[in-house]
């Protein structure tokens, strides 16, 4: 318990020093997966944190009792792990140091600044008039901004890239996540027409033939 | 026998043809979420009464196409077929029918006239009336004693052989005219006191498309003119407010920017501008209505839709006539679907009535709307009437509310507001009405509750805003205070961990 407090206590040190803390994350085992996971787990609990708490004036489209927990958890951990694969998949082939698990790890590790501005911005968020609108979007930019810097500091220091493979490898994982979820959907259109077309034979032949 | 056969059939064939009777109003009454659906509400007016001319032996109207309400709740009918002028007074006893007007020694006739403006300033009391096809305006009394004909002035700026149709008209205090005239299409005819142009005034904005000023380049004027033309929208009416300001209506609704309008926030305000059915023209023409309402004033929304609560005609609405009262409400006459549209002062929707029917309390060719009392007016022309349509219990709530919060009972619009979300529920700006009432009360943090339900977020920040500043307000300083001290004594305690450190452990391993 006081293992993964320590590193996540490193996800502090880390936000600010990305180059030799992804670094130290992989080599000097700074970090663990099971410290990530609980980070993805925050991550999610932001999520739901976020469309339930946000002020009125930032989040217009939720009327305040449709939360679906189940959904938040699928679409939080769904693109996270889907980023992975897609991750894993293409850095194999292009000579990427990093496994799977260094991947995941160092993938949550940089959603951090995430974290630490999404939750008192969500709370923020209830005490600030629409001139404050600006301020909003300039710290959620900059949440943003700076998990993509260090999801690509990462990127570069765990596969052991030069900068501009690790920006085109981004571009790549990004299509290769479309990739990913366009098979998934033909592949789930042709199990659902598959399993209609038995149903229906098997309908013919109860109906007809027995 | 056979003969009883027979009457026992024909009294079954007749009993096919029986209709049930149906004691329902005549029309459902509905309005607009935030989401722009069509919902069921009360109806806020019911047909109270008509009036026709053969109750008064003076035969029925012809196409009236005009009427006005003076200050006195006098009523005036312009009957344009029968070419005269029927004034009632605020008990609708006949007052005067006048088709024949003197006018130095001779006598004058109208011809289709199409417009009525009473000025009454000062004392003053003079009927301005838009004699359309003898294409002039003559201003007479009660009386039918014309002391001013005011034919076509001379224009610089258009064609001296354009004939001079004027069709409706306001007057203001100065005696100024303000004219629609039928074949000028530059805004309102300005004309001074004594009949001189004066300017085009509120013309109504053009824009052209860079793809238009490409083609002009390419293409030669014969290919041009095969080209759709932009020309600007006309007036189709104008009124004046209590304050001066001149609301016209405008027939023809842009298709393309009336949809592009759906998606705008109140706070859009240019891009609201565009889509325009009626402007409110500030001294120097420009437009300068309100319109921070869920969606821009521009009647039915869902112009395609077949639902039951609207009528199965189609297209958008064509606004010929606009009537202001004092508190800001404006009525709209839409003669596409003969509805009217009320608004108040911000462009909220209030409530919508009216169907195409002929039965009574219905119209199918209206020409004119106005405000009489807390009635609303309506002069058909098909079957010439005048409709009155009274408010109901629910109308009259909404009426009040909105009459109470400008004249500052802000309790008694809350009151009001709370009856009319008893009786409808889907009426969202009743929760708007009850908020802004709550912020005058200082209860921001109930006027931000109904303001969330009521979707309004401009309303919403605003009381955000207050509630804030009473809930930190003064203590700001204190909570500023404890911020940088506890990040000054952290700083501090920092400094001396360290010099304790140095003091055990020396140089090297502090630095």
Redesign the interface.
């Known amino acids: 318990m006081a293992q993964i407090l320590k590193e996540l206590k490193y996800s502090l040190y880390l936000i600010f020093h990305p180059f030799d803390g992804f670094w130290d994350l992989k080599h000097e085992k700074r970090g663990s997966r099971k410290a990530a996971t609980v980070l993805l787990g925050i991550l999610v609990l932001l999520s739901i944190f976020r469309t339930q708490f946000t002020?009125?004036?930032y989040n217009?489209e939720y009327d305040?009792v449709s939360l679906n927990i189940l959904s938040e958890f699928t679409t939080t951990v769904g693109t996270f792990l889907l980023w992975c694969i897609a991750n894993w998949s293409l850095t194999t082939l292009m000579d990427g140091e990093g496994s799977f698990g260094d991947i995941f790890m160092v993938s949550a590790y940089a959603l951090t600044p995430m974290i630490l501005i999404g939750f008192p911005l969500a709370f923020l968020s209830n005490?600030?008039?629409?001139?404050y609108g600006a301020f909003y979007s300039l710290m959620n930019g900059i949440a943003v901004v700076w998990s993509g810097f260090l999801m690509l500091s990462g990127l570069l220091v765990v596969h052991q890239y030069t900068l501009s493979k690790t920006i085109l490898t981004s571009i790549l994982i990004v299509v290769g996540m479309a990739v990913i979820i366009f098979l998934g959907l033909l592949f789930f259109n042709l199990i659902s027409q598959l399993i209609g077309f038995f149903i229906g034979l098997y309908r013919e032949l109860v109906l007809r033939i027995l | 026998m056979k003969r009883l056969a027979k009457l026992l059939l024909m009294s079954l064939l007749c009993l096919l043809f029986v209709v049930p009777a149906f004691a329902a109003p005549p029309m459902q009454g509905y309005i607009y979420n935030p989401d722009q659906v069509p919902v069921p509400a009360p109806m806020a007016y019911t047909f109270s009464r008509e009036l026709i001319g053969a109750d008064y032996g003076i035969g029925n109207f012809r196409e009236p196409q005009d009427m006005v309400v003076d200050k006195n709740m006098w009523l005036y009918i312009l009957d344009s077929g029968n070419n005269r002028l029927v004034v009632f007074d605020d008990k609708l006893k006949l007052k005067a029918n006048l088709d024949r007007f003197r006018y130095q020694g001779e006598t004058l006739t109208l011809n289709n006239p199409k417009g009525l403006y009473i000025y009454e300033y000062d004392g003053k009391h003079m009927i301005y009336i838009a004699d359309t096809e003898n294409q002039r305006i003559i201003r007479t009394d009660l009386k039918g004693n014309v002391d001013q004909v005011y034919t076509k002035p001379y224009i610089d700026l258009i064609d001296p052989e354009t004939p001079f149709y004027p069709t409706k008209l306001v007057v203001d205090r100065a005696e100024r005219m303000y004219i629609i005239c039928r074949n000028i299409n530059r805004g309102l005819v300005k004309l001074n006191a004594d009949g001189t142009f004066n300017s085009f005034f509120g013309a109504p904005k053009t824009t052209i498309s860079p793809l238009k000023v490409i083609l002009r380049l390419i293409f030669t004027p014969e290919q041009y003119s095969r080209i759709e033309s932009t020309v600007p929208t006309e007036y189709s009416n104008v009124t004046f407010d209590s304050y001066g300001f001149i609301y016209a209506s405008i027939a023809q609704l842009d298709r393309m920017k009336f949809f592009a309008t759906f998606d705008t926030k109140p706070t859009d305000k240019d891009a609201r501008a565009q889509t325009t059915t009626v402007r409110k023209l500030a001294a120097d023409g420009t437009d300068i209505l309100i319109r921070a309402g869920m969606f821009p004033p521009v009647g039915d929304l869902s112009v395609y839709s077949r639902t039951s609560l609207e009528t199965a005609v189609a297209g958008e609405a064509r606004f010929h006539d606009i009537t202001v009262n004092e508190y800001g409400m404006y009525a709209m006459l839409d003669t596409n679907r003969c509805k009217v549209f009320t608004y108040d002062a911000e462009g909220n929707l209030l409530y919508i009535f009216g169907n195409p029917s002929q039965q009574k309390g219905t119209f199918m060719q209206p020409t004119a709307v106005t405000f009489y009392g807390d009635q609303i007016l309506v002069l058909e022309s098909r079957n010439p009437a005048v409709i009155f349509f009274r408010p109901t219990d629910y109308g009259d709530a909404i009426n009040k509310a909105i009459i109470a919060y400008r004249t500052g009972e802000y309790e008694l619009s809350e009151k009001m507001w709370t009856k009319v979300l008893k009786m409808n529920s889907n009426m969202t700006i009743a929760y708007s009405g009850v908020g802004k009432s709550k912020v005058r009360a200082g209860d921001y943090k109930g006027a931000?509750h109904d303001f969330?339900i009521a979707?309004n977020?401009?309303y919403?920040?605003?009381a955000?805003?207050l509630y804030?500043k009473q809930a930190i307000g003064n203590k700001f300083t204190y909570i500023f205070l404890i911020v940088v001290g506890g990040f000054l004594v952290y700083q501090i305690y920092r400094l001396v961990k360290r010099f304790r450190r140095f003091l055990r452990e020396g140089v090297k391993k502090v630095v």
């Open positions: 002020g009125y004036l217009q305040g005490a600030m008039p629409l001139e | 931000m969330r979707q977020p401009e919403y920040s605003r955000l805003e804030m």
